[in-house]
């Protein structure tokens, strides 16, 4: 994990599971932090997250519950945020 994603990990990032580690990237993470945590992992961890419980701001709550319809079938931010405007 480099080494700008180790401060939301100030706790240890060993032994912690996928569903964690993306709550504490969606809690804690600056924005761009966020999108560029690895997506494959984004996408295996967010189906474990009861999303109406995330302890972060309702923008961002709201931004990842718009999201997460079209995480499954892409392959990127990019792509989600393509699929989220059309």
């Given at each position: 994990m480099p080494v700008t994603r180790n401060k939301y990990f100030w706790?240890?990032?060993e032994n912690v599971s996928t569903r964690f580690k993306?709550?504490?990237?969606i809690e804690y993470a600056s924005f761009p932090d966020m999108i560029n945590f690895?997506?494959?992992v984004f996408?295996?961890?967010i189906e474990k997250i009861d999303l109406e419980k995330l302890r972060t701001s309702e923008k961002r709550k709201r931004f990842i519950i718009?999201?997460?319809p079209h995480i499954v079938g892409s392959q990127s931010w990019e792509e989600i945020v393509e699929k989220m405007i059309a």
């Open positions: 706790d240890g990032s993306v709550q504490r990237m690895p997506f494959k996408q295996e961890g718009m999201a997460k």
